[in-house]
């Protein structure tokens, strides 16, 4: 039992990195329908993000400030993944809508360029260009109604824009000046070191747990409270599920149905950001960082039942415990007189990289009996 | 009474077949407009086109005066034309009072400024007050049919576009909607342009536009809708 036990705190453990990892591609693929590549790129920018706040935390001026840059870097993160979700949206997806593969295929250039990226600009670039294009953005959100309704608008935008793009070359040489490791591109990998309050183990029910995997089981439970919360009590929210609906429909409504694709998009790539964080916590980031839990996010939403986001939880969780229990060897230990032929073949994927082989083997097999996953959508339309 | 809508020469394509032929039709506020004609004459198209769900190759649709040739749907529904579609186009995985909610978008402020349904709407249709909580898409045809219209009216719209709301639609609910329909014109004073097969509702109508062939081909009051027409335009 306490076996079992150990094994369910582990597994929702992995499960809650495969949850946060796989929330954002929940709403992008589950509710939108687009097949998003680039998600785990999206991840690694967050990652990223995490490593610049840390070395911005360790200046002077902000040195006093250091232990609380891993919550500060959680909605920086969020800001800069979104941002750049919002840019790929209004550039190349929003023409794609309705075609899976060409929009699979272009995901899949921009992830290449976004590693490539991040290989070949300094991170205080990359940070100008973030500060740049936040700006240029947002700007003219504020503007008097006078002005947006005027025909001089694009003038007003145009010297927002270049405004923001002043402020982001400042911005880039500002850090550049101020942290040297920043100014240099570099292809290796880098390493994001917890404050000294995530550090160590804490006991649980007589359990163990690394506090870093605490504080990430604390950031998918905020993260999912907080999106459950924003689809299902907020205006946006229920314009989002309608949208994802029928498109048609919603537009006839009085719905501005590109600008739900535009904040659906933000707010899912904003959480593949918030993962990011989470990612950067457990080893060192890199321009692959993303690339290795795009396909076990893919799987923990097909899993879970497109579209539905209590599928997700519960695929990410039984998947992260399903790993514990096949990769550690956990079974052999919890049922030791098991045949012979069986714990040899147990024996065999008690690896990590195994157990995926066996549990994506799993999902195969559990898909072909329930193809629209744990928890399929139901009611009158369906069946029609 | 001052026209709401009025459609010039509208000429509509879908792709390189001329659907609509140079449609002339006005609806005035108050007034309840009739489109009839047998299956695949363009009727629903010509609602389409005036929602903006279609382009317009040709021909001026004026909203209050105004040309709303370019303008979006939901620019269109902002500016008071409501559309309750063939097929009813309820929201199926949202609860029925989420489904109202959003027939509140096209108000100043949308969704965010306005999220009490007004009570004259339970008062027309009071099945909806019971079902608030049950998911759009588990309700019958009737019952969606009935959400469908009381969404439309929730964006207080001049115009009211219904697109054969008694199709598939049991007897004793065609004679709710169609009291519904009649009381809101009276009460509200909108303009309603209705595609209609069943004949007791094209009666209600006052004026009629007959459609052949992507055409208007004949028009008049309701009340003189002879035997020939009715034979001729709808199929009963």
């Given at each position: 039992m306490e076996l079992l036990l150990d094994s369910i705190f582990n597994g929702i453990a992995i499960g809650s990195v495969l949850l946060v990892a796989a929330l954002g591609l929940a709403i992008v693929?589950?509710?939108?329908?687009v097949i998003n590549l680039a998600h785990g790129e999206l991840m690694m920018l967050g990652a990223y993000t995490t490593y610049v706040t840390q070395l911005i935390f360790k200046l002077p001026i902000l040195k006093p400030f250091y232990n609380w840059y891993v919550i500060i870097s959680i909605f920086l993160a969020f800001i800069v993944s979104g941002v750049v979700g919002i840019i790929l949206e209004k550039t190349i997806i929003r023409k794609l809508y309705g075609s899976p593969l060409e929009t699979l295929l272009a995901t899949w250039g921009v992830s290449l360029i976004l590693q490539q990226f991040v290989r070949s600009v300094p991170l205080s670039y990359g940070s100008g260009l973030i500060i740049s294009l936040l700006i240029g953005m947002v700007l003219?959100?504020?503007?008097p109604t006078k002005i947006k309704e005027s025909i001089k608008f694009k003038y007003y935008k145009l010297a927002s824009w270049s405004f923001a793009t002043l402020i982001g070359i400042l911005s880039a040489e500002l850090i550049s000046s101020l942290i040297s490791k920043l100014g240099r591109a570099s292809s290796r990998n880098v390493d994001v070191t917890a404050p000294a309050w995530m550090r160590g183990q804490i006991e649980i029910l007589g359990n163990t747990f690394p506090k870093t995997r605490l504080m990430i089981i604390i950031i998918t439970l905020i993260s999912v409270i907080a999106i459950i919360c924003f689809l299902n009590q907020s205006a946006w929210g229920i314009r989002i599920r309608a949208v994802t609906q029928n498109r048609q429909m919603c537009d006839c409504l009085g719905i501005s149905t590109e600008k739900v694709d535009v904040i659906t998009f933000g707010i899912g790539s904003g959480l593949a950001g918030v993962a990011g964080v989470a990612v950067s916590l457990l080893g060192s980031v890199g321009p692959n960082v993303g690339g290795n839990y795009i396909v076990g996010c893919f799987m923990v939403v097909v899993l879970g039942g497109v579209g539905n986001l209590l599928g997700t939880i519960f695929a990410s969780f039984g998947i992260g415990i399903m790993t514990d229990l096949i990769g550690a060897g956990r079974l052999l230990n919890i049922?030791?007189?098991?045949?012979l032929s069986l714990s040899n073949t147990i024996n065999f994927f008690a690896t990590t990289s195994m157990a995926r082989v066996m549990i994506f083997a799993l999902i195969v097999i559990f898909l072909q009996f329930k193809?629209?996953?744990l928890f399929p959508q139901k009611g009158r339309m369906v069946e029609s | 009474m001052s026209k709401l809508i009025e459609i010039k020469s509208l000429n509509i394509f879908y792709g390189e077949s001329h659907i609509l032929r140079d449609i002339d039709l006005s609806v005035k506020a108050g007034e309840m407009v009739c489109v009839i004609g047998r299956n695949g004459v363009g009727k629903t198209t010509l609602l389409k086109s005036l929602i903006g769900l279609l382009k317009t190759k040709s021909g001026e649709i004026n909203f209050l005066g105004e040309n709303?040739?370019?303008?979006m749907p939901h620019q269109r529904a902002r500016k008071g034309i409501a559309y309750v579609p063939q097929g009813r186009e309820?929201?199926?995985?949202?609860t029925v009072e989420e489904n109202l909610m959003l027939g509140?978008?096209?108000?100043?402020?949308g969704l965010s400024k306005n999220k009490k349904i007004d009570d004259f709407i339970y008062e027309l249709f009071p099945i909806l007050k019971e079902f608030?909580?049950?998911?759009?898409?588990?309700?019958?045809g009737g019952q969606q049919q009935q959400l469908s219209i009381a969404r439309a009216l929730l964006g207080e719209p001049k115009l009211l576009l219904l697109d054969e709301?008694?199709?598939?639609?049991q007897p004793n609910i065609i004679l709710d909607i169609e009291s519904a329909v009649t009381k809101i014109i009276l009460e509200k004073g909108i303009g309603v342009l209705l595609v209609e097969q069943h004949l007791h509702f094209v009666r209600q109508a006052d004026r009629y536009y007959a459609m052949q062939r992507g055409g208007i081909v004949a028009s008049g009051?309701?009340?003189?809708?002879s035997k020939e027409v009715i034979s001729k335009f709808l199929s009963v």
């Open positions: 693929f589950g509710l939108m329908g003219p959100l504020f503007f049922w030791p007189n098991m045949p193809p629209s996953g | 709303i040739n370019r303008q309820i929201i199926p995985y949202l509140m978008e096209s108000l100043p402020g608030l909580s049950r998911k759009g898409g588990d309700l019958s709301p008694t199709e598939g639609i009051d309701s009340s003189e809708l």
